[in-house]
C-alpha cells in the first residue's frame, strides 16, 4: 500500500459549485478504483480543496490489482462434439478465440446439461498503469452543466487547467488531463507564494501547502475563519453574525483567509437591520457584528485573502463597496415611510398576481376574509386578522422590496411599526411568511399563524383552480412548500381545524369572484350591444360553487406533503398510511391519531389484533348477505361468540369517551384488551354458518368489532 495523492489546479473555480465539485471528484477516484478491484486504506480520507485546487489524498492505496480470474462459457457438449467425440466447429471456433487447444477447456454444469468453459488467471495489473483511466472516469463523472473551454481543444472544465499532481508513494504517475501532463509540482498562494512546489511524497502534501499559505483542508480553513471573525468581533466589542450559508461561501473564496475589522456610519442603524445583514452576508460576503442584545452594530468584518501589509487600505476598500449600497437602502426606507404602508396598498389592484385569479388586492381580499373565519375559530381577534392581512402585501408596492426581494414582510413589519398599528398586527405582517424555508419555525403569535394558514390556503385553492397543480420538478406556485406550511401551522400550533370546510371556504372565494368577473364582462358586453341597438335579455348573477371532488384533491395534496414530513421524523410509512385512510378533517387530529397508533404498534397484542382486523376486513368483503347494524343476543350460541360480544359491548362503553375526546391512546390501549376474546373467537367459531341469520349475526358482531378497532386508524396496515 502507498498513499495516492491526485490535484487538479485551476484558475478560481465557482464559489457555490465547489464543495459538490470537489466530493464528486473524490468520489469518483474511489469508485474507479473499487472497479478495477484497487484495495484502498481510506482512513479519515475526505476531499480536499481551495478556490483553485480539487485534491484526492488517499492515506494507501494497493500497488497493484489482485490476481484477475476470468470464466467464459462455451457449447453445450452435444453442440460441442460429433456422435464419435470429436470437436465440432463451434467448439474449436471457441477454443481459438480463447487461445488454446480444445482439449485444455473444463467442463461445467448447469441446469441445462454440461458445457465446455475456459478459465484463466492472469497477474493484476500495475495501479500507476491503471490510473489514467481512474482519473479520466473520475472526471467524465463530475457534474458540470456548463463547463468552460479555452484556447482550441475540443475538451473542457469548470475552469481552465493549469497544473496536475498525480503520486503514488514517491512516484509520479504517467497520466495527463485536460492537455496537462502530471508531475508533483503544485502551487501555492497566488500571491504569497506563487512560484511551484514540489511534492516530495503525497503525505506532505497538505503541510507543504500550507507552509505556502494555502489551506487545502475545507475544514481546517473553514474553522480559522470562525476564530478569525470571533477574534476580531470581540476586539470590536461585539459577537459575530455567523450565517452557514456564508460562512461556506467565505470559504470556498480563500486560501489563506485574514480577519479585517471594519466600520459604517451609525446612520445607516436606522435602516431595519435585515437589509443591512442582507447587504452584508449576500452582496459582500462581510460578517456583521452584533451587541450584546443581539442588536446589529456598526461593525463588521471582512475576510481577506491575504496577509496584508497594510490592512487599513483593504478596511477603507470594503467599507467603501458597502456604503453605497446601504445609503440606497437608506433612501428607499426613508421615501417609504413618507409614502406610508396603508396607501402602499393602492396599487396591487393594477398588479396581477394570477391572470385567471386577478389582481393581488383581490387575493389580499380573499385572505382577508379566510383570516377572519380562522381567527374566530381559534379565538383570536377577527378585526385585526383582517387589518393585519390588508395590510400583508402592500410593503410588495415599497422602494425597499423592489431592491431587497427577501425582506417582504418583514419591510411591512417596520412600515407598520411606523404608521402606528397594533404590535400584534405589525408582528402578523411579518410572521405570516413562515416557515419560509424547510428549517424554518412556524409563526410565533397567534394573529401570525392565523394569517400564515390563510394565505397559504387562499394560495393552495388558486393555485388548483387556475390549474397550477405541481407536475415533475414544475411548481411555479411553490404549491408543494405552501402545502406544507400549512400543515406545519396547523398542527405544530394545535389547531384542531376542519380542513376540508376550510379549503371548500378558500375555494368558493375564487370561485364567486371569477363568476362576478364573468358576470362583469357579460354585462359589459351587454351595455355594448344596447348602445348599437340589439336587443339583450337579462343578465343572471352566476353564483360560484366548489365541489367536494375538488375540495378532496387539495386534500390529499396536503396529506401527501405531510407523507414526507412524518418520513423525517421517523414514523413508519404503515402508522401513516393507516391514519391517512380514515382521512381525518383536521390535521391536528391527524398528528393525535399517529403519536396514538405509534404507541399502540409497541403493545404485544398490536400485530395480532391488526392481523384480526385486516382478516376481519376481507370477510366483511366477501359477505354475500346482508349485514344488521347490529347483533341479536338471541341468535349467539357459542360460548366464544357470546365473550367477544359481551368484550365488545364493553369496549363501546369504555372507549367513547375517550374516542369522542380525542383521547386516542387510551382508546387503542382499551381495544388492545380484545385479543384474547378475538382469538378465542376465530379459533372455536364457524363465522360462515350454514344458517343464514347465524350468519348474519356473526357478521354483525365482526363488523361492530372492525369498526371500533378501526376508530382510531386502520390498524391492519400494521400487519405484514
Known amino acids: 500500500m502507498q498513499p495516492l495523492l491526485i490535484e487538479l489546479g485551476t484558475e478560481e473555480l465557482p464559489v457555490k459549485a465547489l464543495p459538490g465539485l470537489a466530493q464528486a471528484f473524490f468520489d469518483g477516484v474511489l469508485a474507479a478504483l473499487d472497479k478495477r478491484g484497487i484495495a484502498v486504506e481510506r482512513g479519515d480520507a475526505k476531499p480536499l480543496y481551495s478556490p483553485r485546487r480539487l ?35 463451434a467448439l474449436e471456433g471457441f477454443a481459438a478465440k480463447a487461445g488454446v487447444e480444445w482439449t485444455a477447456l473444463e467442463k461445467t454444469r ?10 484463466a488467471t492472469k497477474p493484476g495489473a500495475r495501479t500507476l498503469d491503471l490510473l489514467q483511466a481512474v482519473l479520466d472516469e473520475a472526471l467524465a463523472g463530475m457534474p458540470i452543466p456548463k463547463p468552460m473551454r479555452w484556447g482550441d481543444h475540443a475538451y473542457g472544465f469548470a475552469r481552465p487547467l493549469h497544473w496536475l499532481v498525480a503520486l503514488l508513494g514517491d512516484d509520479v504517475a504517467n497520466v495527463e488531463a485536460l492537455g496537462i501532463r502530471a508531475g508533483r509540482e503544485t502551487r ?104 450584546a ?80 373565519i380562522i381567527a374566530t375559530q381559534v379565538g383570536a381577534d377577527a378585526a385585526m386578522a383582517r387589518r393585519a ?147 339583450v335579455s337579462g343578465i343572471e348573477v352566476p353564483v360560484g360553487s366548489t365541489s367536494l371532488a375538488e375540495v378532496n384533491e387539495v386534500y390529499d395534496f396536503i396529506l401527501d406533503r405531510l407523507r414526507g414530513y412524518y418520513a423525517d421524523r421517523g414514523v413508519p410509512a404503515a402508522h401513516f398510511n393507516a391514519v391517512a385512510e380514515l382521512k381525518p378533517t383536521s390535521l ?33 368483503k366477501k359477505a354475500d348477505i346482508a349485514i344488521p347494524a347490529m347483533e341479536d343476543a338471541a341468535l349467539l350460541s357459542e360460548p366464544a361468540e357470546l365473550a367477544l360480544a359481551e368484550a365488545v359491548e364493553a369496549a363501546y362503553g369504555e372507549t367513547g369517551h375517550a374516542l369522542a375526546h380525542g383521547d386516542y391512546v387510551n382508546v387503542l390501549a382499551h381495544l388492545a384488551r380484545l385479543r384474547p376474546q378475538v382469538d ?6 364457524m363465522v360462515n354458518a350454514d344458517d343464514p341469520a347465524v350468519r348474519a349475526n356473526r357478521l354483525a358482531l365482526l363488523k361492530r368489532l372492525a369498526d371500533r378497532l378501526g376508530s382510531v386508524a386502520a390498524i391492519e396496515h400494521l400487519s405484514v
Open 680 to 685: 378465542a373467537f376465530f379459533d372455536a367459531v
Open 188 to 291: 501555492g498562494h497566488r500571491f504569497h507564494h506563487p512560484e511551484s512546489i514540489a511534492i516530495a511524497r503525497p503525505q506532505e502534501y497538505v503541510e507543504t501547502l500550507r507552509g505556502a499559505k494555502v489551506l487545502v483542508d475545507a475544514d481546517e480553513r473553514r474553522a480559522r475563519i470562525v476564530d478569525e471573525v470571533e477574534r476580531a468581533a470581540k476586539a470590536a466589542g461585539g459577537s459575530p453574525r455567523i450565517d452557514e450559508g456564508n460562512l461556506e461561501q467565505v470559504n470556498c473564496l480563500n486560501e489563506w483567509p485574514v480577519a479585517v475589522a471594519c466600520a459604517f456610519e451609525r446612520d445607516f442603524l436606522a435602516v431595519p437591520q435585515e437589509a443591512l445583514v442582507e447587504t452584508m452576508e449576500a452582496n459582500q460576503k462581510f460578517f456583521p457584528v452584533l451587541d
Open 389 to 535: 392581512a390588508e395590510l400583508a402585501k402592500n410593503d410588495l408596492q415599497s422602494r425597499m422590496v423592489n431592491e431587497f426581494p427577501e425582506l417582504q414582510g418583514i419591510a411591512g413589519r417596520y412600515y407598520a411599526q411606523r404608521a402606528g398599528e397594533p404590535d400584534d398586527v405589525a408582528l402578523a405582517i411579518d410572521e405570516a411568511y413562515r416557515p419560509r424555508f424547510a428549517a424554518d419555525d412556524i409563526a410565533a403569535s397567534t394573529l401570525g399563524k392565523v394569517l400564515a394558514i390563510a394565505e397559504r390556503l387562499d394560495t393552495l385553492a388558486g393555485g388548483f383552480a387556475a390549474g397550477l397543480k405541481p407536475t415533475g420538478n414544475k411548481d411555479p406556485f411553490a404549491l408543494r412548500r405552501n402545502a406544507l406550511g400549512l400543515a406545519r401551522t396547523i398542527i405544530e400550533s394545535g389547531y384542531d381545524l376542519n380542513i376540508h370546510n376550510l379549503v371548500g371556504q378558500a375555494q368558493d372565494q375564487i370561485a364567486t369572484n371569477k363568476t362576478f368577473d364573468e358576470f362583469n364582462k357579460r354585462a359589459l358586453a351587454a351595455e355594448t350591444a344596447k348602445a348599437s341597438g340589439v336587443k
Open 293 to 372: 442584545q443581539g442588536r446589529l452594530t456598526e461593525r463588521f468584518i471582512g475576510i481577506a485573502n491575504i496577509e496584508s501589509k497594510d490592512a487599513s487600505e483593504i478596511r477603507k476598500g470594503y467599507e467603501r463597496v458597502i456604503r453605497p449600497r446601504f445609503a440606497d437602502a437608506k433612501f428607499f426606507f426613508d421615501e417609504d415611510l413618507k409614502q406610508g404602508l396603508a396607501s402602499m396598498g393602492d396599487g396591487l389592484k393594477t398588479v396581477t398576481y394570477q391572470a385567471k385569479l386577478g389582481s393581488v388586492a383581490d387575493k389580499v381580499a380573499r385572505v382577508a376574509g379566510l383570516a377572519e
Open 588 to 620: 391536528y387530529d391527524f398528528d393525535r391519531r399517529l403519536d396514538a397508533i405509534g404507541t399502540f404498534a409497541q403493545l404485544p397484542e398490536a400485530a395480532a389484533l391488526a392481523a384480526a382486523n385486516k382478516r376481519i376486513g376481507n370477510i366483511l
Open 110 to 119: 448447469d441446469a441445462k446439461g454440461e458445457r465446455f468453459v475456459h478459465r
Open 55 to 89: 485534491a484526492v489524498l488517499l492515506p494507501g492505496v494497493a500497488t497493484e490489482q489482485p490476481e484477475q480470474t476470468s470464466e467464459v462459457l462455451g457449447p453445450y457438449l452435444n453442440i460441442a462434439l460429433d456422435g464419435s467425440g470429436a470437436p465440432t466447429k
